[in-house]
């Protein structure tokens, strides 16, 4: 039989191999892994918690832990011990698992750590301690946060997106119902002067012989003003066109404003006294372009005539005010409703009170156009059931672009 003094000789030394084999696991887990007494003080810790703090390994045993790397929180207000989920394993003898804390380094920094503190027992079950292990998750959180930010861009350029194609949406729906308002105006705007065409025609050829001749040239007349209704309706929708195009140029050359005005008024069909012009006697020289402004006040002139019954007056004025021309139409006719203030300068749009009275909706969306695309500007005030008022504001030297 053995001695019992071999027999314990052997009892140690197979006890130190296994303590030098759990110190080589220890030592070569990659994690920090440390030991606590009650007390709270180191009783062993691996290099890699040594390293991850920048502490020597034998600096640390018998220290505080608490007051080595965990005395703060991150935002650099202190962390009592009390409140340590590391010691509540003395208190309540579970584990303790925590994902978003910091423990401090030897320098001063702090780096963001998980770990797991885990009570230790003896061999009766009595609680002498506990094991903490942690790592540093730094890496982690840079990769979270990028992530986070990348889809924080994603979702905003989501939203841009969506915000881009519900506008796109929405510019196709308009533009269809531009269309549509386009295709319903054309025929209706060129049937009636086609029908009146045709039926003076029929008039002519079936009545020829019975019609005196004033009554043949009253019909001739009212083909002609019938074809340059159908004529001005063509020119205005290639306007639109050149301007929807971009394709409109600026030619711009000196004028004098008074007499342009004066001809102007003489070549409009309207009245006998209707047309007035008033406000300047002096030449006003401008230089501006001479195609653009003759479309601008007729258009306005021509429905001021249109929408105002009984043969009242139309009045034009003209001033200068700084280094604009100011032109003032003012009528006396049936007015503008609220509601259609909004949409006044829109193409294809009518006024709600211009019953009958024939009109395509385009002019004062061109005038609108021509004016902005001489840098000018126009107001419009107006009182329903008494008249209008457009001023129109340009100024006197424009540069051809």
């Not at 423990?103 to 027992?121: A, H, L, N, Q």
């Not at 269309?179 to 009146?196: A, G, I, L, Y």
């Amino acid at each position: 039989m053995k001695s019992y003094d071999s027999t314990n000789r052997s009892d140690h030394q197979a006890l130190a191999a296994l303590r030098r084999q759990h110190q080589l696991i220890l030592n070569a887990v990659g994690e920090g892994v440390y030991g606590l007494d009650l007390q709270g003080n180191v009783t062993f810790v691996n290099p890699a918690a040594a390293a991850m703090i920048d502490w020597d390994m034998q600096d640390l045993i018998g220290q505080s832990m608490h007051r080595v790397l965990h005395h703060s929180h991150s935002d650099g207000s202190p962390y009592p011990r009390e409140c340590c989920p590391i010691y509540d394993v003395f208190q309540r003898g579970h584990v303790q698992r925590v994902t978003d804390e910091v423990f401090w380094r030897k320098d001063g920094t702090c780096f963001p750590v998980e770990y797991i503190s885990t009570p230790m027992r003896d061999e009766h079950g009595e609680l002498i301690g506990a094991v903490v292990t942690f790592r540093d998750i730094s890496q982690r959180k840079w990769a979270e946060s990028v992530l986070q930010q990348t889809n924080e861009d994603l979702e905003l350029k989501v939203q841009a997106r969506t915000a881009e194609l519900y506008t796109a949406n929405e510019q196709l729906r308009e533009l269809s119902n531009l269309k549509s308002r386009f295709v319903s105006m054309v025929c209706h705007e060129f049937r009636n002067p086609m029908n009146n065409i045709a039926l003076s025609v029929s008039s002519l050829n079936r009545y020829h012989e019975q019609l005196s001749q004033s009554q043949k040239d009253q019909y001739l007349l009212d083909i002609k003003e019938n074809v340059e209704r159908m004529t001005q309706m063509i020119d205005d929708i290639l306007v639109l066109g050149k301007l929807e195009a971009k394709r409109l140029c600026l030619n711009p050359e000196p004028l004098n404003l008074v007499d342009f005005c004066r001809n102007l008024l003489s070549e409009l069909p309207a009245k006998q006294g209707q047309l007035e012009f008033s406000g300047r006697h002096k030449p006003l020289i401008a230089k501006l372009d001479q195609t653009l402004l003759r479309s601008i006040l007729t258009n306005i002139l021509s429905n001021a005539i249109r929408y105002t019954p009984n043969g009242q007056s139309v009045c034009l004025s003209l001033f200068r005010h700084k280094d604009q021309a100011v032109f003032v139409v003012k009528d006396d006719g049936l007015g503008i409703p609220p509601e259609d203030y909004p949409h006044l300068f829109e193409p294809f749009h009518r006024g709600k009170n211009v019953s009958n009275i024939p009109g395509t909706g385009l002019g004062l969306s061109i005038v609108k156009q021509f004016v902005d695309f001489q840098q000018g500007d126009i107001q419009v005030k107006s009182q329903l059931g008494e008249g209008t008022t457009f001023k129109v504001m340009l100024p006197l030297s424009l540069s051809a672009d």
